[in-house]
């Protein structure tokens, strides 16, 4: 069956990679949206404004490429992967450096705010790793309880998710210090970690079709909560792959195995908008700068094994409707 939209006015972005899609991030600076893919390939592509896709720059790794990332100022990317390694693209050279190496594969990577130069990698190897891209030794190294699957940070939080659920929260004042380790309220195994656009709390998805929402600070412990989502009539459960959250109104964005979209309000608990069926599983999401393009992968995801593998891959951009992603609560 052909992968389609969720909504018939959706753009279909030209060249798409050639294998599974791992992540999408759109440049803090400007319409640009890179994709790391299984083909070792990140690529970067310029969205018009008419909604059309122009390839813009290229790069390898040498295994699948697992997660990509902009810095701040919108010059540079870096991408990490099974190569175990992570890598910087500069927009303006058009070269890609190496900038961090570990023992494993590096599952997740992120640019922190505290600099345009310092990045976190995040790893296989049960590491979580501090670099200074002009230097090639870490500037500093955390021993996780247990292998890295997810990485998220925004201000001075960051938070990896493990797996057998371990969640690690750091205050980036005090980087090399786990500043608070809980288990993920989720029965089953962490699967994306996405932080609030406050810097106040984080949302888990798991393999097993849950989100939790949860505040870092004691005194707002008591607005912790999970719900259900990604599964179908027929009970059914579903992978949550990843979630984005909108860069204006805070609501999110959550997409599944299940191939559908949905955004959501956490403060009101209830369900924004539920789009259409994409007859493939969705890979990875990514809000542009202002919220108002919303990018998404059709790409199998591997959760039903590889007698399951489809060679098609697609990224699609959405037209964000005000209506469908402001929160319900506020006076309009």
């Not at 010059?75 to 570990?102: C, N, P, W, Y």
């Not at 309880?145 to 004042?173: I, W």
């Amino acid at each position: 069956m052909a992968y389609k939209s969720m909504d018939p006015s959706d753009f279909e972005v030209a060249n798409p990679p050639t294998d599974g899609i791992s992540s999408l991030s759109f440049s803090p600076q400007a319409d640009f949206l890179a994709a790391s893919s299984w083909d070792n390939q990140v690529r970067i592509y310029e969205v018009q404004p008419t909604g059309n896709t122009v390839g813009k720059a290229a790069y390898s790794h040498e295994g699948p490429a697992l997660d990509v990332v902009w810095s701040k100022d919108g010059t540079k990317v870096v991408s990490s992967g099974v190569d175990k390694a992570a890598r910087m693209f500069d927009l303006s050279t058009g070269q890609s450096t190496q900038i961090a190496e570990h023992a494993e594969a590096i599952t997740s990577v992120r640019f922190l705010d505290q600099g345009q130069s310092i990045v976190a990698t995040g790893s296989l190897d049960k590491t979580l790793k501090y670099w200074d891209t002009r230097s090639p030794q870490p500037i500093g190294t955390v021993q996780l309880p247990e292998r890295c699957y997810s990485m998220d940070t925004l201000g001075q939080l960051l938070v990896v998710g493990t797996a057998e659920k371990h969640m690690c929260l750091f205050d980036l004042n005090n980087p090399t210090t786990i500043f608070k380790q809980n288990t993920s309220p989720l029965k089953w195994q962490t699967r994306t970690v996405s932080c609030f656009t406050n810097g106040k709390g984080y949302a888990i998805g798991s393999i097993e079709g849950r989100v939790g929402i949860q505040y870092v600070d004691e005194k707002e412990q008591s607005k912790n909560f999970s719900f259900k989502c990604h599964r179908d009539d027929t009970k059914n459960v579903y992978v949550v792959n990843d979630i984005s959250f909108h860069p204006i109104h805070g609501t999110f964005s959550t997409c599944g195995s299940d191939g559908t979209v949905s955004f959501w309000d956490k403060d009101c608990k209830q369900r924004l908008k539920a789009f259409g069926q994409c007859n493939g599983p969705i890979a990875c999401t990514a809000f542009n700068r202002t919220g108002q393009i919303f990018a998404y992968a059709v790409s199998y995801d591997w959760s039903k094994g590889y007698k399951f593998a489809t060679p098609a891959q697609k990224i699609f951009l959405h037209a964000v409707r005000d209506e469908d992603i402001k929160p319900r609560n506020k006076k309009r």
